[in-house]
């Protein structure tokens, strides 16, 4: 397959989720410009003062900290499993949920560093492949 | 509020169902708890009705069948919390002095057998979650934060469901051990099948009196002292995954309305769809402190013949879960422990007695209820 057609496959969502020209993955965060409060993904109203306009988009850190994450031996029908889902917390207070994957044979640590990687789920039959949030253990420099 | 009571109570067994319409199910608990209340249904001033997919006007569908007088009658969804938030209304009519007979029903045919699943596709389905793993994460970060263990989760698997073989309404009636719930297929988590409840169809009916409709005790009276509801809207900031926060929020409310106290609770009925619900309930109903639902869980008190049963009946994961009437029928066993009348597991001496519901979805939006009846 060639790196367009990779690039083709839609989001999950792409509010909260879009994968760059290359690869590269990004989170949508939403700030308000009338009082400061962030979310995940630009909403049409502010949750916190309800203002309609000034809702702007940036990029949300691409690494946060564990909070949970669970296997998921039983998925819905078309989804192939097992696989891991999980919540990670990001610095500036906003949780996100992706897929996770933890390395095997180890059990996960609650604060351990994650970094986010865009991942392909591909569905059986005519479901178009698309893309998720994932993350990782980021990778620590000078540790094995 | 006035004072409010339970005038009679009757329901279903909880199971299949395919062959009894919504209209039967529903007439069936009515006709048993009207009866139980030795009224007719012109003794009744209005109907709340608890469901979650019966579709419009619900209530007025099954009672036309009845040839129900037409008294206000008010449908109430709140997920697997529509019973209880049903319950709630009635009791603050009755206790308004807006009605002096109300009854209640709770209910839901289900569609299709299997592990529970809801309506909306959130983005965390579309990702790949799936209804159990809400709890899943739950227990996880449990188990992180406090050393629980996936044999803590299965040891009350192993107690509802064998205390369900005595229940005659109850659909799953089969005893097993903890190390069958842990080789029970896996689900999510540390969640395994016999960790799940089953959906199920089922009816459970409650009538609540008050004023002139409550004179005259035919039997010992059993009274409504609080019905407390709380919601969870999850707008953006991380929550605490520990502890179900609405839970606490509701015990703490009908404990501090009803002047009882966690103690003083003598039995317990709460929503156990799945087990991490049941042991991070214990801690939110402050049964023991935060973080120590394992705890309480080793030390066997909440066992049938322990200091405080939880779900002697054998809740959820023995009844099955009609969404609609679990919130209902917790009520119904609880009063006829509070009577001394329960066929099954009746526990000595009980004066106080607390039901714990809630219900939504695994994304941040839901409702707890928590209801305290007594002698």
Known sequence: ?144 | MRKVYVGGIGATEFGAHENTSLEQLGARAIADALRDAELDRNGIDAVYVGHMSQGEVAGQRILKDMAFPEVPVTNIENACASGSSAFREAWIAVGAGMADAVLVLGIEKLASKGLLTLKTQTFEERVGHIMPGSYALAGERHMAEHGTTIEDFAWIAAKNRSNGVANPKAMFRKACTVEEVIASRKIAGPLTLLQCCGTASGAAAVVLVGGKAARGASRKKVRVRSCALSSKMQWGEPEDLSIFMPTYRAAKAAYEYSGIAPEDVDVVELHDAFTVGELLHYEGLMLCAKGGGAELVRSGATAVDGRVPVNPSGGLLARGHPVGATGVMQLVELVKQLRGSAEHHQVPGVKVALAQSQGGTGAGAGAAAVTILST
């Open chain 1, 1 to 144: 397959m060639s790196e367009d057609d990779e690039k083709n496959f839609a989001s999950v969502d792409a509010q909260r989720f879009r994968v760059e020209p290359g690869g590269k993955p990004m989170l949508v965060g939403g700030r308000c410009g009338h009082c400061g409060c962030i979310a995940w993904s630009v909403r049409a109203m502010c949750p916190r003062c309800w203002a309609t306009d000034q809702q702007e988009e940036f990029a949300l850190p691409t690494k946060g900290a564990l909070y949970s994450m669970t296997a998921v031996q039983r998925a819905q029908n078309g989804y192939r499993g097992p696989y891991a889902v999980g919540v990670v917390d990001l610095p500036g207070g906003v949780r996100v949920f992706g897929r996770i994957h933890w390395p095997e044979g180890s059990r996960w640590r609650a604060g351990a560093e994650m970094e986010l990687f865009a991942e392909r789920l591909d569905f059986d039959g005519d479901v178009p492949s698309m893309w998720v949030p994932a993350f990782r253990p980021s990778e620590v420099p000078g540790h094995a």
